[in-house]
Nanobody, 125 residues
Framework: QVQLVESGGGLVQAGGSLRLSCAAS????????MGWFRQAPGKEREFVAAIITSGGTTYYADSVKGRFTISRDNAKNTVYLQMNSLKPEDTAVYYC??????????????????WGQGTQVTVSS
């Protein structure tokens, strides 16, 4: 059983930056591809970014490509999401997830087994 705890959310002005962290425990972190998803009020949970076990390959939603960067530190059992040039439409609860998705399914939230409780990100205009 893997436990995931996100942190780093908050209120920021448009154009600002935030760095989210997700600390994992209870499992072999380095064996899990990791993903970040977000959910805005009234909307479905959507894929943001993912990273494979070694960190050598990353995936991004088109809406965040070039602005967000996912990374991981397997020695610290932590995955990060650096968010730059934030926009009001980035406002959402951000969740990290762990699982064993295939490359074809890495963007699908149903492919992940473990989820954190989420951290709120609010971007003001």
């Amino acid at each position: 059983q893997v436990q995931l705890v996100e942190s780093g959310g908050g209120l920021v002005q448009a154009g600002g930056s935030l760095r989210l962290s997700c600390a994992a425990s209870g499992g072999t972190f380095s064996s899990y591809p990791m993903g970040w998803f977000r959910q805005a009020p009234g909307k479905e949970r959507e894929f943001v970014a993912a990273i494979i076990t070694s960190g050598g390959t990353t995936y991004y939603a088109d809406s965040v490509k070039g602005r967000f960067t996912i990374s991981r530190d397997n020695a610290k059992n932590t995955v990060y999401l650096q968010m730059n040039s934030l926009k009001p439409e980035d406002t959402a609860v951000y969740y990290c997830a762990a699982g064993h998705p295939s490359t074809d399914n890495i963007r699908r939230y149903g492919s992940y087994e473990y989820w954190g409780q989420g951290t709120q990100v609010t971007v003001s205009s």
